[in-house]
């Protein structure tokens, strides 16, 4: 009768270790090259597009996008084109001001081998990615009419503004563009009232042609605003049409 040859402790050591050497292990260095936002300050946040140098696999489909305050938004994964791995916010978009944090768990996307076998492979360890939605204001805060009303006038010089509520000026210029490009700078003060004034800073216009005033989004705003440029109401870019006729 044959008996196997006795191993003593050593020799066990170093056969586990041969063993483990030669057992297949996943590899978390699936790294991608970059994303689209970029971090940092965004206005919204609604989907990224995350590129790989090699044609990427998704294994899981799940992220989440999380608030610092707490909130969690749930993201899916999908591919996109060529090396890329679109992720979506699955609700739609975030746009509260905040500091937030895209999170890819790990094992999720990878090489081929690891499509096929998650003990092998190539994948990526966990990403994160940080964002922050600035504070911003409301373009909300709209003029009740203008002096003198669009259409056909003699001349252009000033308009008044009118508003509900008592304007704060906080950018003073707008401009008048003739069609063919002529530009007028004209600058923005305080009337009467609820009135703001807009006045032509050399001279009237009588030539015939089309006209356009233009008030820059920002230039006007409730009293919050005006101390916090990042807060309260104010305009959106306004713009009058004129047409001068001089028989």
Known sequence: MKTMP???SEG??????????HKPTTVYDYNPTGITPKEGNADTLSSFEISF?????????KAIVRENGGEVYNATLSMGEGNVVKVDITDGSVSIAGNYTLTIP???IGDEEYKKDQTTGHCNPELTYSYTILSKPSYDYNPTGITPEEGTVAT???????FASLPNIVKNTATVRESAGTI??????AGD?????????????????SYTLTIPSGSIGDAEYAKDQSKGHCNP???YSYTITVE
Request: charged fraction near 15%.
């Open 193 to 209: 009232g609820n009135v703001l004034n807009v006045d032509i800073d050399d001279e009237s216009i009588s030539v015939n042609g």
């Open 12 to 21: 066990a050591v170093q056969i586990a270790t041969a063993i483990r050497k």
């Open 6 to 8: 006795s191993i003593n």
């Open 184 to 189: 007028y700078n004209a600058t923005i003060s």
């Open 237 to 239: 870019e306004l713009t």
């Open 106 to 108: 790990v094992g999720s």
């Open 156 to 162: 252009l010089s000033s308009f008044e503004l009118n």
């Open 53 to 61: 140098a090699s044609l990427p696999n998704i294994v899981k489909n």
